[in-house]
Nanobody
């Protein structure tokens, strides 16, 4: 069992930056691929980024690559998502997730491949 607790989020002006964090309980954190998803009002949950077990490989939703950076620190059981150049369209609830999808796009982007989820962090970008 893994419990994920998120921190960060809030109100950010357009063009601004933000960092979300997610800390896991348990001693098996490094055995999971970690992902970030987001869900805007009235929209389906959308994949944002994933990072491999050791943090040496990352995968981003192609449309978002360049503005988001995912990282992890296995010594601290934590994963982070940093945003730059935020846009109002980035407004959503962001979720971290742990699982073991196969390392290719279709699997990494599928929410069903992740077994454990954080509680969500609201990010609101205003003009």
């Amino acid at each position: 069992q893994v419990q994920l607790v998120q921190s960060g989020g809030g109100l950010v002006p357009a063009g601004g930056s933000l960092r979300l964090s997610c800390t896991a309980s348990g001693r098996t954190f490094s055995s999971y691929i970690m992902g970030w998803f987001r869900q805007a009002p009235s929209q389906e949950r959308e994949f944002v980024a994933a990072i491999g077990h050791l943090g040496t490989i990352q995968y981003y939703k192609p449309a978002l690559e360049g503005r988001f950076t995912i990282s992890r620190d296995n010594a601290k059981n934590s994963v982070h998502l940093e945003f730059n150049g935020l846009e109002p369209e980035d407004t959503a609830v962001y979720y971290c997730a742990a699982g073991n999808p196969r390392w290719y796009g279709e699997q990494l982007e599928a929410a069903a491949q992740y077994q454990y989820w954080g509680q969500g962090s609201q990010v609101t970008v205003f003009l």
